[in-house]
């Protein structure tokens, strides 16, 4: 009985470390491949995306992303991209999540 209690636990975690893993990867890729594009809406402030997502990471302000402040950021990004709070992302919500960042820079771009 104990054995399978800690095979569904490690399940259940290898499943949130997967999520926030892959919504790592998501954000990762969409600064690299929107970095370019979206810069615009950030001259004004001079902060590219980038610039805000590690200032929003880096908590203590010692300029470095710890591990902790990493698994944070990621997990308050996988609450937002996560709207029917179920722990999980569908490619649904991960499109909405895409769709509403870009509708942020592009009205961010109008002011």
Do not use: Y
Not at 8 to 27: D, E
Not at 91 to 101: P, V
Request: charged letters at 25%.
């Amino acid at each position: 009985m104990k054995n399978s209690k800690q095979r569904i636990l490690f399940g259940i975690n290898l499943c949130r470390h997967l999520a926030i893993i892959l919504t790592c990867v998501v954000i990762i890729s969409l600064s690299f491949l929107l970095s370019e594009s979206l810069a615009a809406p950030f001259a004004a402030t001079g902060e590219k995306p980038m610039d805000v997502f590690f200032n929003n990471a880096d908590t203590d302000g010692n300029g470095l992303i710890s591990e902790v402040e990493w698994h944070t950021a990621m997990q308050k990004r996988l609450e937002n991209i996560d709207t029917n709070h179920d722990g999980n992302i569908s490619r649904e919500e991960l499109e909405k999540s895409k769709e509403t960042m870009r509708e942020n820079f592009r009205n961010l771009r109008k002011r």
